[in-house]
Structures are given as C-alpha cells and as structure tokens.
Nanobody, 126 residues
C-alpha cells in the first residue's frame, strides 16, 4: 500500500505562489496516475489537477487553469503542484491522490483515485 505525504502548504498573500509536493513511498509510483484535490471549510472535496503516468497528459479544473501546473518526477516518486497568482478562494486543505491505473478519462473525480494523503493547508490572505 502506497503512502502519500504532502508538503509545501502555508500562508501566502493574494497574488503569491506556493509549490506543493507529494512524496510517495511503500508502493508503485511510476506506472500510475496522480492527482490533487482540495477541500475548503464547509465544502465538498473538489478536483484540482491530474497527471498521467508519464507526465504526458495533464488535466485541470477550470478554476485553476492557467494558474496551477501539475508535474511529476518518477525517479523521486514525487508529484508537484505549482500554484501561481493565488486567490483567497484557493484557501483549502490540498490532498494528493494516486490512481491505480496509468491514464485518466475525463471528467475526473475523487472516485477515480485509490490512495490519499493526509493533506496540507494552503491559506491565501487578501
């Protein structure tokens, strides 16, 4: 069973940037798709971004398209989420997730993933 540990969250002013990392251990990484979700207080968990096994295909929620970039380093068993031009509405706990298949079919949702990290808090002040 893979373990996923997120890091890189914190408090940033609107317009700023953060880079989240998710390190996998104890399982297979390079053959599987990866994704990021977020959950704000009182709201449901929502899809943010996903990447296929090779990094050749990426997917984004409309709300983050053009501002966030997902990438992966299979040698380091790590997936990243570069977040630029952050807005207060990006405030949430961000979760990393692994799909036990190499590819995705849109639309992508939480049920497409099999393993989850514990989350990292991102807070954006106005």
């Amino acid at each position: 069973q893979v373990q996923l540990v997120e890091s890189g969250g914190g408090l940033v002013q609107a317009g700023g940037s953060l880079r989240l990392s998710c390190k996998a251990s104890g399982g297979t990484f390079s053959n599987y798709g990866m994704g990021w979700f977020r959950q704000a207080p009182g709201k449901e968990r929502e899809f943010v971004a996903a990447i296929n096994w090779s990094g050749g295909s990426t997917y984004y929620a409309d709300s983050v398209k053009g501002r966030f970039t997902i990438s992966r380093d299979n040698a380091k068993m790590t997936v990243y989420l570069q977040m630029n031009s952050l807005k207060p509405e990006d405030t949430a706990v961000y979760y990393c997730a692994q799909r036990n298949r190499p590819h995705f079919v849109s639309p992508i949702g939480a049920t497409d993933f099999d393993s989850w990290g514990q989350g990292t808090q991102v807070s954006v002040s106005s």
